[in-house]
């Protein structure tokens, strides 16, 4: 590509995951992405500046090729204020109206969109929910879980039982408030799916950031899905597990379109049954969702390595999936039911002796990279020579962002950008998600005088002693013969320990730190 193309990008929420990491992964390409400026988005519960972040989003187009856009942002002012707002139909239809108009004045603007189902979490936790939610949101989840299967016929008597209990406990106005609010969001997925429907969004993805088989969130995906199909719009609009990383996603995607490449992955599994385990906070096998995943990027997979542009291996569960955190303890199902000597033999053999790129989707648990895996990519010199790594958050999450750095690096290769960004993911999904946050978060925060929902700011003690440990983790568990991360920036963007705000680089032996 001769010419650089600029892209209007609208992030799900100021975290790093959303705000950050496609601008970071478009860095040294021909993608510029530009986004809104910080002071116009929110901050957690507090929704961003709607009326701004239209004006923005006009005004970008305007100088535009192409838009990736969370509806939800643009909508609500945000994934967590979209869980809070008290917003009515008719106003969400006038802000998605403006799409209308903005295409009409850029008809070449190329849309690709996203915009959530509204998640049910099975906890009762106000975090990221209304604040009613720290006493009731199990009983609102089990009763929309069992109150589904009972509509199905296959409830069991303890559970019509446990739905009795709670329908005489759970307060009605509560449940009114919460059900108000999902019906006018699952009315506003459809309002979208007309401008799919209309041309307008030229692709949209509906992800699931937190889902089971039954309960709110599985009818109201029922209903979305059945407005596709009728719409006939299977092929342009996707539901799957995911939402931090589909900003990356719909990047890579576009990047592909526009340069008219459909990579071709080939997928290597560390377990035969890996395929077939049921991610935590997702619905589905991971082999349904790995499809989704790659094919909503713009790829597709390959039947075998040799036709394949990329090797994608995965580090699956053997079994059931647990957390990054409980990884010291033996489990059966991961050491005996996955071979991970074998997975990391396989690449290494693929990139070396078949000069193939390869990539690593550290999912064998939720929240954070396995460290096991890590240390045996290290003894193989092999951390700073693939073509992307992640390992944070849910499965998903994992896919999407490491699918979208490969395929990146299928059209830009080993740039100085993609070591860095290479760093940050060690860093931030192995060192800190997998082993500090951990530490810290049982004792040490406590003995400050914080818990791990409440620290000192975002750049308090805590970031310093965060950072701290980061620098020691990185030194023993990444940094290698071929060079070293240096962090060159710390902060806790919620004011809690769960997400770390990193800037590190990538600094290759021999080059001093002061360059």
């Given at each position: 590509?001769?010419?650089?193309?600029?892209?209007?990008?609208?992030?799900?929420?100021?975290?790093?995951?959303?705000?950050?990491?496609?601008?970071?992964?478009?860095?040294?390409?021909?993608?510029?992405?530009?986004?809104?400026?910080?002071?116009?988005?929110?901050?957690?519960?507090?929704p961003g500046d709607a009326d701004g972040l239209w004006r923005w989003f006009e005004e970008a187009c305007s100088?535009?090729d192409g838009a990736v856009v969370a509806l939800d942002t643009l909508l609500y002012g945000g994934i967590i204020p979209s869980r809070l707002?008290?917003?009515?139909?008719?106003?969400?239809?006038?802000?998605?109206?403006?799409?209308?108009?903005?295409?009409?004045?850029?008809?070449?603007?190329?849309?690709?969109?996203?915009?959530?189902?509204?998640?049910?979490?099975?906890?009762?936790?106000?975090?990221?929910?209304?604040?009613?939610?720290?006493?009731?949101?199990?009983?609102?989840?089990?009763?929309?879980?069992?109150?589904?299967?009972?509509?199905?016929?296959?409830?069991?008597?303890?559970?019509?039982?446990?739905?009795?209990?709670?329908?005489?406990?759970?307060?009605?106005?509560?449940?009114?408030?919460?059900?108000?609010?999902?019906?006018?969001?699952?009315?506003?997925?459809?309002?979208?799916?007309?401008?799919?429907?209309?041309?307008?969004?030229?692709?949209?993805?509906?992800?699931?950031?937190?889902?089971?088989?039954?309960?709110?969130?599985?009818?109201?995906?029922?209903?979305?899905?059945?407005?596709?199909?009728?719409?006939?719009?299977?092929?342009?609009?996707?539901?799957?597990?995911?939402?931090?990383?589909?900003?990356?996603?719909?990047?890579?995607?576009?990047?592909?379109?526009?340069?008219?490449?459909?990579?071709?992955?080939?997928?290597?599994?560390?377990?035969?049954?890996?395929?077939?385990?049921?991610?935590?906070?997702?619905?589905?096998?991971?082999?349904?969702?790995?499809?989704?995943?790659?094919?909503?990027?713009?790829?597709?997979?390959?039947?075998?390595?040799?036709?394949?542009?990329?090797?994608?291996?995965?580090?699956?569960?053997?079994?059931?999936?647990?957390?990054?955190?409980?990884?010291?303890?033996?489990?059966?199902?991961?050491?005996?039911?996955?071979?991970?000597?074998?997975?990391?033999?396989?690449?290494?053999?693929?990139?070396?002796?078949?000069?193939?790129?390869?990539?690593?989707?550290?999912?064998?648990?939720?929240?954070?990279?396995?460290?096991?895996?890590?240390?045996?990519?290290?003894?193989?010199?092999?951390?700073?020579?693939?073509?992307?790594?992640?390992?944070?958050?849910?499965?998903?999450?994992?896919?999407?962002?490491?699918?979208?750095?490969?395929?990146?690096?299928?059209?830009?290769?080993?740039?100085?950008?993609?070591?860095?960004?290479?760093?940050?993911?060690?860093?931030?999904?192995?060192?800190?998600?997998?082993?500090?946050?951990?530490?810290?978060?049982?004792?040490?925060?406590?003995?400050?005088?914080?818990?791990?929902?409440?620290?000192?700011?975002?750049?308090?003690?805590?970031?310093?002693?965060?950072?701290?440990?980061?620098?020691?983790?990185?030194?023993?568990?990444?940094?290698?013969?071929?060079?070293?991360?240096?962090?060159?920036?710390?902060?806790?963007?919620?004011?809690?320990?769960?997400?770390?705000?990193?800037?590190?680089?990538?600094?290759?032996?021999?080059?001093?730190?002061?360059?």
């Amino acid at each position: 590509m001769a010419n650089s193309y600029t892209i209007a990008f609208v992030p799900l929420d100021e975290r790093p995951c959303n705000y950050e990491f496609p601008p970071l992964l478009a860095r040294g390409t021909d993608f510029e992405v530009q986004r809104p400026p910080m002071q116009l988005m929110g901050l957690k519960k507090r929704p961003g500046d709607a009326d701004g972040l239209w004006r923005w989003f006009e005004e970008a187009c305007s100088q535009a090729d192409g838009a990736v856009v969370a509806l939800d942002t643009l909508l609500y002012g945000g994934i967590i204020p979209s869980r809070l707002h008290l917003l009515q139909l008719e106003e969400l239809a006038a802000r998605l109206d403006k799409l209308r108009d903005i295409k009409r004045l850029h008809p070449k603007l190329v849309i690709y969109a996203f915009q959530l189902i509204m998640r049910c979490p099975q906890y009762s936790l106000s975090d990221e929910e209304p604040d009613y939610y720290a006493d009731w949101g199990r009983e609102i989840f089990r009763k929309g879980f069992i109150g589904h299967r009972k509509e199905l016929g296959n409830a069991s008597g303890e559970e019509l039982e446990e739905l009795a209990e709670i329908e005489a406990r759970l307060p009605q106005e509560i449940l009114d408030d919460y059900l108000a609010r999902r019906s006018i969001n699952i009315e506003a997925n459809k309002l979208v799916l007309e401008l799919v429907k209309e041309g307008i969004i030229e692709f949209l993805i509906f992800p699931q950031d937190d889902s089971a088989p039954f309960g709110h969130t599985a009818k109201d995906q029922q209903k979305v899905r059945a407005r596709i199909t009728e719409l006939d719009l299977e092929l342009k609009a996707y539901m799957y597990p995911g939402a931090d990383e589909v900003g990356c996603t719909l990047l890579a995607r576009m990047i592909n379109k526009t340069t008219g490449s459909v990579p071709l992955i080939y997928p290597r599994l560390s377990s035969v049954q890996g395929a077939f385990v049921t991610p935590l906070f997702e619905d589905r096998f991971f082999y349904e969702t790995l499809k989704y995943q790659i094919t909503a990027a713009g790829g597709l997979i390959a039947s075998s390595a040799q036709e394949a542009d990329l090797v994608l291996l995965l580090n699956t569960p053997g079994e059931t999936m647990m957390e990054a955190v409980s990884q010291h303890q033996s489990f059966f199902s991961y050491d005996v039911y996955r071979n991970l000597m074998e997975l990391v033999e396989y690449g290494d053999y693929i990139m070396k002796h078949k000069g193939k790129p390869v990539a690593v989707a550290d999912v064998g648990y939720a929240n954070g990279g396995d460290q096991k895996l890590v240390k045996m990519l290290r003894e193989k010199e092999m951390l700073f020579e693939l073509a992307g790594y992640a390992g944070w958050n849910t499965s998903s999450n994992t896919l999407g962002t490491v699918i979208s750095q490969a395929m990146i690096y299928l059209h830009y290769g080993r740039t100085k950008e993609h070591l860095d960004f290479l760093g940050l993911r060690y860093a931030e999904d192995v060192c800190y998600c997998s082993v500090v946050r951990g530490e810290l978060s049982e004792g040490p925060i406590q003995e400050l005088g914080f818990g791990k929902y409440l620290l000192d700011g975002q750049r308090g003690k805590v970031s310093a002693l965060v950072e701290q440990r980061l620098r020691q983790e990185l030194a023993s568990r990444i940094d290698g013969p071929g060079g070293k991360v240096e962090i060159t920036d710390c902060y806790m963007p919620w004011n809690r320990m769960f997400e770390v705000g990193l800037s590190v680089r990538f600094v290759p032996a021999g080059e001093s730190k002061e360059q």
